[in-house]
């Protein structure tokens, strides 16, 4: 085994994920690079990849969120931009992380839904989901898939 | 500021949710960070070295695999941090290359076991529930701030 000596180190990276009919990912880089100072900004498909020191990265996204709260969502990343563990220009196809995030993409219009809706309504008069635990009967939806399953 | 253990805790939904509404969230991509960020032994590509799967030996047992105790490293000492935990149930995608089966069982386990409010939900699967979704977990993080 060698010695590791990182890089990067006491800098924080983001995701910012946009989901939205009115905002482009070029669009939130566009802003972010104009009000940007010292952080590494990374635009892709989905949003961006912003990395830097804490503060300047929480400024930047709490800016980048104003511009559509209910269709920007972010989320910690563990490796800086491009790194070459990670960063699929190295490794070819997509990494794994992109299966979990992929599937969340697909609720987020809900999730979205829910926030545009909770403007205004208060969540207090919204009645509670069901609870998972004393839900023991097989729902709907899981059938659903289990007769897909079969069927593919 | 309350810490929140979210699960699955790669989960960008809960990841945003709790940091939108004034909590810190512990996912899984900041105890990678802090490993990666680390100098020590090159191990890639999350820097989990042998030393993970001993320090998983504070949360499962010896004859549990291995991959099962390295995994505890990382989420054992967040389960220890939290003050509060949302799990959502039927998150599929903690499974196959994502994650491993019984580590989430220990993971929900251990978070069970703690006195610590929980919040039990599964995802929202049509836009009624992703205002009942949102509703619940405001409503719970809301009370969180309160009672803090």
């Not at chain 1, 209910?70 to 190295?90: E, L």
Request: charged share 25%; with cysteine; net charge negative.
């Amino acid at each position: 085994m060698t010695a590791y000596t990182p890089t990067h180190v006491g800098s924080v990276t983001k995701y910012v994920m946009v989901e939205s009919f009115d905002i482009t990912p070029a669009d939130l880089a566009l802003r972010g690079y104009e009000i940007s100072k010292g952080v590494m900004i990374k635009e892709t498909c989905f949003g961006l990849v912003i990395s830097g020191k804490e503060e300047e990265v929480d400024r930047i996204v709490t800016e980048l969120r104003k511009i559509d709260p209910d269709h920007i969502f972010v989320k910690d990343r563990g490796f800086p931009p491009g790194d070459a563990r990670r960063c699929r220009a190295n490794l070819g196809g997509a990494r794994p992380g992109y299966n979990g995030l992929e599937f969340e993409m697909s609720i987020i219009p809900y999730v979205s839904h829910g926030l545009e809706a909770l403007k205004n309504i208060d969540e207090k008069t919204v009645p509670p989901m069901e609870n998972p635990l004393e839900r023991p009967l097989l729902d709907i939806y899981k059938l659903k898939k289990l007769i897909d399953a079969q069927e593919s | 500021m309350v810490k929140v253990f979210i699960y699955p805790a790669t989960s960008l939904i809960l990841s945003d949710m709790v940091a939108r509404f004034g909590h810190t969230p512990l996912s899984s991509a900041t105890a990678i960070r802090e490993r990666i960020q680390t100098a020590g032994l090159e191990s890639p590509p999350l820097q989990i070295t042998p030393e993970e799967p001993k320090k998983g030996l504070k949360w499962a047992a010896v004859e549990v695999p291995a991959g099962v105790r390295g995994r505890m490293s990382l989420y054992g000492p967040m389960i220890e941090a939290c003050e509060a935990a949302i799990i959502i149930n039927d998150a599929d995608l903690a499974f196959g290359c994502m994650g491993c089966a019984r580590t989430n069982e220990l993971i929900k386990f251990l978070v069970h076991q703690k006195d610590i409010p929980r919040l039990e939900l599964n995802y929202p699967k049509n836009d009624d529930e992703g205002v009942k979704f949102v509703a619940a977990i405001k409503r719970f993080l809301t009370e969180l701030g309160e009672a803090k």
